[in-house]
């Protein structure tokens, strides 16, 4: 997958961005009620991931600094891997004890668990309100029908979920973009030489967690580049 019709477009061929930073401005604010925001990140840790897992690692952990800065953020990282393991973190607003609990990751053989993975969401939703699902992974090997039904579920909570697809797995692709249509998040494909693009977009992200769309105006004031145009399409709205 190295061909670059794989990779998110450049900065001058951003159309894929753009569309996805459009549906992130689109995205109805997150309300935190004066609380800081909450960011469930999902991450598939299963064997297909390993090559990719350090930039994985890197890329968030700069995501959540960056969350940090714009209005503060409390993240839970819940992977899966191996047969049934399914692990969450407690709510952290500590990057440094995020980042410790990612780098203490091993990748394992085993099948997806989209579904618990929503399932927990919904649960987490249900008790305090949470901002947004961040979902990176590669491949889907579930029923298509329950995960729509979940997806729904979380969709009528408001939690948006965004999905980040790593590879080209058409199945994968398929169904996601319909768990992120169905939650009204956005979906948005990437391969390991579209690190630079995958870092803007999961800051935009974060930024809309932590503060809602004040705070991703103000982070693409600083930043340009996509979340630049991100934030004045937000000022058109």
Known sequence: MTGPDKKLPSERRSGTVDAFLRKVAATPPPKTMGKRGRLLFGMDATASREPSWDIACQ?????FAEAGS???LDIQ????RGFGDFETTAWLGDTAALAGHMTGVACRGGKTQIARLLTHAIGETERSRVSALVFVGDCM???VDELCHLAGRLGLLGV?????HEGGDPVAAKTFKEIARLTQGAYCSFDAGSAGQLREL???VAAFAAGGRLA???YGRRAGGGALRLSHQMGRR
């Open 70 to 72: 714009l209005g503060g």
């Open 59 to 63: 890329i968030q952990g700069e995501m």
């Open 141 to 143: 090997e579930e029923d």
């Open 202 to 204: 999961l800051r935009a």
């Open 160 to 164: 948006p979920a965004f999905m980040f």
């Open 77 to 80: 990282l819940a992977y899966y």
């Open 216 to 218: 991703l105006e103000k």
